[in-house]
């Protein structure tokens, strides 16, 4: 079946750094979508891209969809504490069924 | 808008017994709703899908028999956990699409999640 890996598993980062987070599928998905998990919440909803080579902006965060449609890229400029929780990228098969990737803890100290 | 609520949000269970958790679209009507379940530090795994007036589609290995779905109205789907047993004990999680637009735009809207302690 679909898989969807991110790497790192964890990042922890002083504030004011930057942070990436990857994210890749076995297969080619029809578009892949963004969540946040706070500690103790449930995911919220980012962003979607839908197109190849798609890139989206909000604010100090920037998407990327690769050209393959396989792979994904998630980037914080000047992390802020504000900006901790786990990011799960998900990829959308069929049938708006998602298959969640492993996630990846960011972690922001002051 | 697009308001997910889950309930309960805790439950404590003897093992044997069955806890029924429900979801609920506030403020939409969602044809499709799903169940995840999350283990700590670890990602959401889908369990089934959710169809308004049809039968649950349950992912590999996700016993159908003992985790009951029903999907009665466009606004609440309900996951029976039937004779409980402590390794079933995870965080719940629901999430229900638009009714509209369904294939073009999938964003999916959470609920809070119900965490299942069997005892």
């Known amino acids: 079946g679909q898989q969807v890996m991110q790497i790192p598993q964890y990042q922890h980062v002083q504030e004011g750094e930057d942070f990436t987070t990857y994210c890749n599928s076995s297969?080619?998905?029809?578009?892949i979508q963004w969540y946040k998990q706070r500690p103790g919440g449930h995911p919220v909803f980012l962003i979607q891209?839908?197109?190849?080579?798609e890139v989206k902006k909000q604010k100090r965060l920037t998407f990327q969809f690769g050209e393959a449609k396989k792979n994904s890229s998630l980037h914080i400029t000047a992390t802020q504490t504000t900006d901790v929780g786990t990011y799960f990228c998900?990829?959308?098969?069929?049938?708006?069924?998602?298959?969640f990737g492993t996630g990846t803890r960011l972690q922001v100290t002051l | 808008g697009a308001v997910v609520s889950q309930h309960p949000s805790r439950v404590i269970c003897k093992s044997g017994t069955s806890v029924k958790i429900e979801c609920r679209s506030l403020?939409?009507?969602?044809?499709?709703m799903f169940w995840y379940r999350q283990f700590p530090k670890k990602s959401l795994m889908l369990m089934a899908t959710?169809?308004?007036?049809?039968?649950?589609?349950?992912e590999q290995g996700v016993e159908k028999d003992k985790f009951l779905i029903n999907h009665a109205s466009l606004t609440l789907s309900t996951l029976t956990v039937t004779s409980a047993h402590p390794e079933d004990s995870s965080f719940y999680i629901c999430?229900?699409?638009?009714?509209?637009?369904?294939?073009?735009?999938?964003?999916?809207?959470f609920g809070p999640g119900t965490r299942l302690t069997v005892l």
């Open positions: 403020d939409f009507q969602a044809t499709t």
């Open positions: 891209l839908v197109k190849s080579g």
């Open positions: 999430s229900a699409a638009r009714a509209s637009g369904l294939t073009a735009y999938n964003e999916q809207f």
């Open positions: 959710s169809n308004e007036g049809s039968k649950a589609t349950y």
């Open positions: 297969t080619t998905l029809s578009n």
């Open positions: 998900a990829g959308a098969g069929t049938a708006s069924k998602l298959t």
